[in-house]
Every structure is written in C-alpha cells, then in structure tokens.
C-alpha cells in the first residue's frame, strides 16, 4: 500500500468520524429540545387544567359577562390544540410559533378577565378565586423558567446546525432551525398582567 493510499484513508476516516459526530451532536441537541418542550408541556396543561375550574368559579358572580368567560375558554382551548400539534414536533417552527400565538390569545383573554374581575368586590373576595389565582400565578412562573430553558436549549441547535462546518451535515440531513417560544412581540405585551384577588 503506497503512502498516498495511506493517507486517503485517513483522511476519509477522519471526515467520517467527523460527520458521525457532528450528525450525533445535532441529535442529541434536537432531544434536548424535545425535552425541554416536554417541561413547557407539564406546566401549560396544569395551566389548561386550572382555567375551566377559575371560569366556573367566576361564572356565579359573571353571569352577564358570558362573552368573556367564552372567549377565555375559546382560547383555552385553541391554546391546548396548538400545544398537542407542538408537542408532536417540539423543533418544528411552524407548530412552535402557531403555539406561541394561542398562548399570547390565551394570555390577553385572562387579562380580560382578570381587569373585569377587578369590578366585582365579591369575585375578588372569593376563597376559591383567590387560590386559582394563585397557581395559576404560580403556574405561569413555572411556564417562564421552563420557556427560558427550551429557549436556551433552542439556541444551542440552531448554533450548532448553522456553523461551518456542521452546517453541512445539517443541510444534508434536513436539521432545520428550531424557533423560540417568545412571551411578548410587542411593547404592549410586554407589561405586566396585574393577577389581584
């Protein structure tokens, strides 16, 4: 075996230990997602749990706000649709964005809620309101750290699949961009929600 045949087969095992490597590491960065989406996962269906039983409690003071308390479940509901499609495909931008924009409807409908609540002295003063109120306050912090840690692991992928040279690997084995789960697109959104009970 001659010296260039030598170092043509090093040079191609090398390239392949490489490519192995690089394709394994998007792997694990893309697991890493879906366990990340997975934390997100627990927290909004607790949320989604919470939010029917907050909406019966209100009902009793609310009766003639009917539309409002429609219009939480509604998007409750379109909310806890477009998590189920995420969480099939947690690196998939289009689901991740289309959950990000249910949770930001899901989000102003409590807001409205919760402003109108603010008008009933009674509502506010309920036992049962107070607690949901509570974890669902907690539930969204929980949501946030839980977002945070998809995000940064959401960053880690897309670093890894579009640097060169993995960028290569990436593109011939379809490792697409990861999109963020955002809280807040707009200067508006970004203002707190007062939860007061």
């Not at 539309?67 to 689901?95: C, F, G, K, M, Y």
């Not at 579009?162 to 789960?181: E, Y």
Request: zero cysteines; charged letters at 25%.
């Amino acid at each position: 075996m001659s010296t260039q045949s030598l170092v043509s087969i090093v040079v191609f095992a090398l390239l392949l230990f490489w490519a192995v490597g690089a394709y394994n590491r998007l792997v694990r960065l893309k697991n890493i997602i879906a366990n990340a989406f997975g934390q997100i996962d627990v927290q909004l269906k607790r949320r989604y749990d919470l939010i029917p039983n907050l909406v019966e409690a209100a009902k009793k003071y609310l009766l003639h706000e009917r539309e409002t308390l429609e219009a939480v479940i509604a998007a409750r509901n379109q909310a806890r649709s477009a998590s189920d499609a995420a969480r099939s495909r947690p690196t998939h931008a289009p689901e991740v964005l289309a959950l990000a924009a249910a949770e930001e409807a899901l989000s102003g409908s409590l807001g409205r809620l919760f402003a109108l609540a603010e008008a009933y002295p009674e509502l506010k003063a309920d036992d049962t309101i107070r607690e949901l109120s509570e974890e669902l306050t907690s539930t969204e912090n929980k949501v946030a750290f839980a977002r945070q840690a998809y995000n940064d692991a959401v960053l880690d992928y897309n670093n890894a699949q579009a640097q060169f040279p993995a960028l290569l690997i990436a593109r011939l084995f379809g490792f697409a961009a990861s999109a963020m789960l955002r809280a807040t697109e707009t200067p508006a959104e970004r203002e707190a929600v007062r939860i007061q009970m």
